[in-house]
């Protein structure tokens, strides 16, 4: 078996829907469709239960899940430690996070890692931070930069580097009172743990805000609340960084709400690679 063809398989068990998968490996679905048929007939038992509406993995999927797993991370710990052979840590880490985190922390995360570390090639994909901890246990990156809640998933391992403020933000000219009098509605990012952080905010301050709308991303927050749609929560960093920060106010509070927790998280496992290694150990 090849290690190409467990890492399909393991896509698979996470979409469970085999047009997705054939997109995220860049298969034809009939290429997909022998891979599948090739694995079972190796294990001499049917992986997933499919049909032209669902597909369901069986028993013996799960079992020859566990394995992949096993033999997936053992390939990549093997891999990295022939690379670290020579003394030099070389290989390729996947790395995950939002674009207020490439901004924010990302630099500072790199810079001393390439300083120390030229042979390691990064893979940056950028996204919704709430996908963060989804990409990592579904072994779609290695190393994500994120905001983290007050508990951790069980399967992720996390350090904090550093806190990011957050920002309550008007339209220019317009004031707290236009929101506690629900003059001014409120637009909320559409999740995530600054959204979190503000509802628990206005419970404190026992003020409950007209809601406008929901919105993915701090940039089309900032811009909504620049074009005088509503008020909202964005990192301050967002706003000192973005070309509509000239239309839009920040409300001075008397109790701030409370910043974000910024750091490094990936799949705990029982043993890590060198790679893995330096983005926990190298930045402290």
Not at 199 to 209: D, H, S, T, V
């Amino acid at each position: 078996m090849e290690i190409d063809h467990l890492k399909i398989f393991l896509d698979l068990t996470k979409t469970l829907h085999f047009g997705k998968t054939s997109r995220n490996c860049f298969l034809t679905p009939a290429s997909l469709t022998r891979l599948i048929q090739k694995l079972e007939k190796e294990v001499s038992r049917p992986l997933f239960i499919r049909d032209n509406r669902s597909v369901e993995i069986t028993t013996a999927g799960v079992l020859f899940k566990e394995y992949c797993e096993d033999q997936v991370s053992r390939w990549e710990t093997l891999q990295d430690s022939i690379g670290n052979y020579s003394g030099a840590i070389t290989g390729l880490v996947r790395i995950y996070c939002s674009v207020t985190a490439s901004h924010s922390i990302l630099s500072e995360v790199l810079e001393p890692i390439k300083a120390k570390h030229p042979g390691i090639t990064v893979s940056l994909e950028t996204g919704p931070s709430e996908l963060t901890f989804q990409k990592i246990q579904n072994y779609e990156a290695d190393i994500g930069l994120t905001s983290f809640p007050e508990t951790l998933p069980q399967e992720i391992k996390a350090r904090d580097i550093k806190k990011l403020s957050l920002s309550l933000i008007v339209p220019k000219g317009r004031s707290m009172e236009d929101i506690c009098s629900n003059e001014l509605p409120f637009i909320y990012p559409k999740s995530g743990f600054a959204r979190i952080n503000m509802l628990r905010w206005f419970e404190i301050q026992n003020i409950a805000p007209r809601v406008y709308t929901e919105v993915s991303g701090f940039e089309g927050l900032m811009a909504l609340v620049g074009l005088g749609y509503g008020a909202s929560v964005v990192p301050t960093l967002v706003y000192d960084t973005n070309p509509m920060k000239s239309k839009i106010d920040i409300i001075d509070l008397t109790i701030p709400i409370e910043s974000l927790r910024l750091g490094i998280c990936c799949k705990k496992k029982k043993t890590y690679s060198p790679i893995a290694g330096v983005f926990f150990t190298d930045n402290k």
